[in-house]
């Protein structure tokens, strides 16, 4: 139930008071090495569920960890009256290599001072443990105070967000009357520079993995070069081939489905003033690659691309081998938008690379994800109250904004359970996440646990 | 001095006789895990220099270690009349990566019963150790039956031949005139087919690792993917315009001293019958790649070529990870033919990639090895004696033939000491060197032994 001024201002005392605290709980997770992608990990995963049970148990949830083929998802409901609210955050993490590019153990998390501000450094501090956590936390503040948790409440945490979600579909379908709720609320975004932000656009998101075979074993360039054919230059003939030279991506029918941006949407980005050279210049970079006809924020949030995002092939280890490798494999992923068709763009790649493919080479794929882009509806009044609530909290007016990256489960909560999904997250641009030395902001952290006790009495 | 037909068929029968010795000696050798371009490897190096340093010196030479800046020289003498004989092979061996692919620890070489014969299995049988011991086999048994050494002999063994050999040419210009010698013989090449012969065209080689950096560290893209610029995809443009679409490749003036085959050497090498789909066939393939207006034989020793012999970018683990890489990486390597200069195709290869960099991508190269093509001077009558010699070991005439390998010791014996240098091996199409699972036939060690034997008595 809604909160009057003074219970409200009780509440945010309360998370301020028990800040050291919440983030010695964000620590004891943070050093669970919940990566999902890599089998070697399954039981931190499952460890990280089950810390997630026992601190929802203790606030009041009724929670459980519900098991799924690969990592189990977590679940938990608080009774209440009005809305139903549903809560999703992901428990697993990235990979961390290249680990000698860490200052320190990724898993050894630790808070550290810095010129802009104290901040948490560890793998899944931003990503998403730390945004999972301000709501956590927020709830624990308002049990605290109040005597009961805020309203019909189900918290739902994912453990396979990081490794294509290859459960989430199934589990929510197979849940569906108890997850669906009168919205969704979302925390795995971050902010529009120090402005709080609601994203209401997002990517989809096509990932495959190519492995090019020619001969049956590697080979000596020397007895070889010239007659046996190589396949990391077939690889590179199919990647070159990808994009024109005004960066536009060459598959026959990708841009079926990809919708021009409204007029008023383009002039609400204008009023961002996005500073590409500055968004460039923090990872060292000066000049919008890319299509050559569009600015950087429509690149960003209402383009879709094409990236390669790891190739390896014969010999890398140090010094030189003059050998004519047997194999070479790319990841490549496409992030979507409008109505894009994740299944048409898979098959319209996958008879390109056939099509480019010389005498003698095989080619495997394998599939890693396919999610169409999702469009948010945000007539549902429950957003404009979120956005007030928000602005108070940071004493800057939030925006809508759109979203580079892709959260298929947004997709997911309206089709399945046809819940509108709220995407709000106190991430920053350098947190760096899925990348060596991700932190969270202690900002974030401390005012995005009071941001959602503001959210949770406006909306309930 | 030359044996007469009896005292060479009791040397012959002595190395029959001492065959499983010869064998056990090689197997303790192969034991050694000298991979020299891995300093991990360094003390191995060194032990198997030590090793042939103690087997030398027990047969009768004056051997030693001669240490360098890295993986030191084995050097050793005999006393004697007649002309200097210098004997070039290498102790140093590849690595064994993908170590999955062996189906042995390739440290722990074994005899292995084959439907084609019985062969040694192990890293270094063929490239080089089993070949050098050849060599060294046939001096024991020559010793054994005769008391003496054949002649006025050096043997010279490097340890870096399979990295680049650093220190070979200030070694040799520091030693030229203990080196300097009638006629330098070099194990180090194979047969062609199961015709034994004398390699007389070379191609050299030049290595180039390209390394690219876009941002100052890995990005996640969804947040940056489209407006950042991705290494791997500008890698791959510039390995897929390195050649036209007759597989020619594209850097200026790289034809340049690429000569024309001669009409009596294209005669010669027709008459060896090559059977192309045979030779990839051995390796699962059907149809030669390359330059579609040349022979195949022509591909592999008198064309140039470049290759891509190791690529590296991004995540390359176990399933999907949506990075936007910082770096990507390339080994390139040329083969060389004729007058082609490595230090002009080396400025015009770097030209060419400066020249294909997009705004705010840097390129760091490392060079590995640059040696130019030879052409061996077979007019020296020991040339004509050693065919001889060797068409009687193997009962079918001998050829003089090209090697695609670049063996860049021969073009510094004829440059820097004014030696001739002959290269004469026993290495078969299918020993798969530098690959895993190299093997060397028996036969190869065993008629090895005795070519040297009847080649030695040849020429002293
Ligand atoms: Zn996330
Ligand atoms: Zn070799």
Redesign the interface.
Known sequence: MSLDQDRLDEVLARVDAQLPDSLDRLMDLLRIPSIS???AFAGDCNRAADWLVDELTAIGFEASKRPTPKHPMVVAHSEGTGPHLLFYGHYDV??V??LN?WDRDPFDPQLEDTPAGKVIRGRGSADDKGQLMTFVEACRAWKAVTGTLPGRLTIFFEGEE???SPSLVPFMKENAEELKADIALICDTGMFGDTPAIVTQL?G?L?Q?VILT?????????????????P??V???I???L?DENGRITLPGFYDGVPELSDEMRAQWQRLAFD?AD??GQ?????????TDRT?LE??WS?P?C???????????????????SK?S??I?F?LVGTQDPNKIETAFQDYVRSRL???VKVEFKD??ASPASQVEISNPAFEKARRALSDEWEIPAAYIG????IPIAGYFQNILHTDPMLIGFGK?DD??????EKYDLESYHKGIRSWVRILSALT
Chains 1, 2 share one sequence.
């Open positions: 992608t890599d089998p990235q990979p290599d290249p590019l990081e490794s294509g990517r998101l990932g993995e020619g001969a049956d074993k590697d080979l000596h360039s020397g007895s070889f070069g010239g007659i046996a054919i190589n990391i230059r690889l590179a003939d990647i070159a081939g994009h590409s968004f460039l990872v060292g970079l000066s000049v919008p690659a890319g299509e950087p690149m960003i383009r691309t990236e390669v995002n790891g190739i390896s092939g014969g010999y890398e280890g140090a010094g030189f081998k003059t050998v004519l490798p070479a790319a990841k992923s992030r010389p005498a003698d890693h994800s979203a580079g990256g892709s641009d760096q996440i899925h990348s060596p030395n």
